[in-house]
């Protein structure tokens, strides 16, 4: 069993930031979680869920357009946790976040929520 699990949501006014972290786990299996390209994805008020930005195994990254030069995503192997640093918030930017990795991307976590707002 797989888990991931999201933190660093808030409340943030325009403009600012937030880095979102999302922790890797596995109980009664094993998860080698450098091996696996990681991605964030994002689900706004009336919108399916939309992908954000990807980490490869190798550090390459690639961004959805709305976030590009804004959000940075970044991982830490060692402590099977992948990151979203957000800077210049928009109201456009709220929603719930989700991390995915996995074999055929199949390990969602729970999401974190992000607002904002003034």
């Known amino acids: 069993q797989v888990q991931l699990v999201e933190s660093g949501g808030g409340l943030v006014q325009p403009g600012g930031s937030l880095r979102l972290s999302c922790a890797a786990s596995?109980?009664?299996?094993?998860?080698?979680?450098?091996?696996?390209?990681l991605n964030w994805y994002r689900q706004t008020a009336g919108k399916q869920r939309e992908f954000v930005a990807r980490?490869?195994?190798?550090?390459?990254?690639n961004y959805a357009d709305p976030v590009k030069g804004r959000f940075i995503i970044s991982r830490d192997n060692a402590k099977n946790t992948v990151y979203l640093q957000m800077n210049s918030l928009k109201p456009d930017d709220t929603g719930v976040y989700y991390c995915?990795?996995?074999?055929?991307?199949?390990?969602w976590g729970q999401g974190t929520q992000v607002s904002v707002s003034s």
């Open positions: 995915n990795t996995g074999p055929a991307y199949t390990y």
């Open positions: 596995a109980s009664g299996s094993i998860f080698i979680f450098s091996i696996y390209a």
């Open positions: 980490i490869a195994i190798g550090g390459s990254t």
